[in-house]
């Protein structure tokens, strides 16, 4: 009941003009920040580890915005799963279709870091080409249901659970359809190798430079930048030598590519997941506790 209600405030939020939405998720953003303090310390620790260099008032100052832009992206979920065509084509705009258009004729992949807009910027991507997208499956039927309609709402794509695997979306490419991939998060060892984001070991998967390979598919490295009015939907060029056969560059390549992004709007990017919760044979949790004893602090949380 609790979700149901929430929806149907998101759809009310739908009718809103943009910079109004805007302005609400400023005032949540703001309390939510001194809410969630479990969030708010894994931001802080991948702040301090991401950008050493910052003050830690730069840096608490990053997370604050951060927190601003996530609460944004929660109440502008009502435009995207609600507000007509017509006004979402204007709400969110794209670049560099041209890219796009060029790889026509070959698979694509549609390289989507976890910024804050992605999910609006998957949507209006969809009415660009046909999309194929991977999701978590709910618990909940009623919101599992909800979520696909949602997503396949302007009938130009498939979506499947990523439990079901890969080989439906591969299939689907194989028709023609762009895969939105999001590669960006920890999902453990599996699949995955270690290198660097922004300094700092990583585990990172393959799937992209093995389905590239495979597929001879063109990466096309895109990003969501909010604006005071909407988002626009940055598709930059092919990423040059990807695949390049060695599963270890082509980690290294992609994750230069997303730091880049990140730099251009850093808070808009998702610092509150544990991305470094995986770590290396020997490393400890970046994430652990510090155990205090006797007024002092010891070590760490294994």
């Not at 079901?164 to 895969?179: F, H, N, T, Y």
Request: a positive charge; proline letters at 7%.
């Amino acid at each position: 009941m609790k979700i149901r209600i929430f929806i149907f405030i998101l759809w009310c939020l739908s009718w809103l003009p943009f910079r109004v939405c805007s302005f609400l998720g400023r005032i949540l953003g703001a309390v939510l920040y001194h809410l969630l303090g479990r969030r708010r310390r894994i931001g802080e620790i991948n702040l301090r580890l991401c950008f050493p260099n910052l003050s830690e008032a730069e840096r608490t100052r990053l997370l604050k915005e951060n927190f601003v832009a996530m609460s944004q992206m929660i109440l502008e979920y009502g435009y995207c799963w609600f507000t007509s065509e017509q006004r979402f084509r204007k709400i969110v705009q794209v670049t560099g279709l041209e890219h796009l258009k060029n790889a026509q004729g070959r698979p694509v992949i549609l390289q989507m870091p976890h910024f804050t807009g992605l999910d609006l910027a998957g949507l209006r991507l969809s009415l660009e080409t046909p999309v194929v997208s991977i999701y978590a499956k709910q618990k909940d039927p009623w919101l599992d249901n909800f979520f696909r309609s949602k997503r396949l709402r302007f009938k130009s794509g498939e979506v499947f659970s990523r439990q079901a695997g890969i080989r439906q979306s591969i299939k689907a490419m194989k028709k023609g359809m762009s895969l939105y991939y999001l590669p960006d998060q920890d999902h453990g060892p599996l699949d995955s190798v270690f290198v660097n984001f922004f300094g700092i070991p990583a585990s990172t998967l393959t799937g992209p430079s093995r389905l590239a390979s495979m597929m001879d598919a063109v990466v096309l490295p895109c990003y969501p930048r909010r604006t005071r009015n909407g988002y626009v939907v940055v598709i930059e060029p092919p990423m040059p030598d990807f695949p390049s056969g060695n599963l270890q560059t082509d980690a290294r390549h992609m994750n230069a590519v997303i730091e880049r992004q990140v730099m251009k709007i850093p808070h808009q990017y998702f610092w509150l997941h544990k991305r470094f919760k995986t770590r290396p044979q020997g490393e400890s949790d970046v994430y652990a506790k510090p155990v205090p004893i006797t007024g002092k602090t010891v070590g760490t949380a294994s």
